[in-house]
């Protein structure tokens, strides 16, 4: 298998902590590409035609995308349970979509300041996808550190890797504040392994 990857996404990084936890790195050919809106990465056209990464070219079917249906694949592949089984399935499943939209707000901030030209900027629109991210850091405080700190799923994973990367391009924005349960669980998060391993570059 071959995973188009860059290593400052936060999607790829949720299929990378997967990888590292369910001992499939070895498996995988990893093949860093630059892709963004204003400039596709050429060789992903034919394989993934939105060419966002992360995607996973399989030698025996076509090539998944987005980074949700790969983590599904690899865990199944893997028979890792990280999905859970019954009711806490759909737990799961909340979780990693509430994880996801903190990613898809944060990342349109990013590329407000980082794709758009500064006189079309519009601060209004990154404060409002802020909002977001902010009552869902309350949701994760508030209802969820139960599961967080049960059983390893992907859930779990999905939360860390967002929280990663409102460090990573958000920091001064200051997630924490208000939600010291969710902070202390993710310090905790942070030191596996498989989330050292996934770093994104400094």
């Known amino acids: 298998m071959k ?12 299929v990378m902590v997967l990888l590292h936890e369910t001992d499939q790195l070895r498996d995988v050919e990893l093949l860093e590409t630059a892709t963004t809106p204003m400039s ?6 034919a394989k993934a035609p939105l060419t966002k990464v ?7 079917g076509p090539t998944l995308f987005d980074s949700r249906v790969i983590c599904a ?17 759909w737990d799961v499943l909340t979780l990693e ?5 903190i990613l898809d707000a944060a ?15 519009w601060d209004d629109w990154s404060d409002a996808q802020w909002t977001k991210i902010v009552r869902a ?3 994760l405080n508030q209802r969820w550190m139960a599961h967080l700190s049960g059983q390893l799923d992907m859930g779990q994973i999905a939360v860390a890797c967002a929280l990663g990367y409102l460090d990573f391009r ?18 905790t998060f942070a030191a596996r392994p498989s989330m050292i391993a996934t770093q994104p570059p400094a």
């Open 40 to 45: 596709p990465a050429e060789p992903l056209l």
């Open 107 to 121: 990342l349109l901030i990013t590329y407000e300041g980082r794709m758009r030209p500064e006189d079309k900027q």
């Open 73 to 89: 694949f690899l865990n199944e592949r893997a028979q890792a349970g990280l999905y859970r089984d019954g009711a806490r399935h």
């Open 170 to 187: 958000h920091d001064a924005r200051g997630w924490r504040k208000g939600n010291d349960a969710l902070a202390a669980w993710f310090e």
């Open 97 to 101: 979509a509430l994880a996801d939209g």
């Open 54 to 60: 992360p995607a996973l070219e399989r030698p025996d």
């Open 3 to 14: 995973l188009f990857f860059s290593p400052t996404s936060p999607y790829v990084r949720k």
């Open 137 to 139: 850091c309350a949701a």
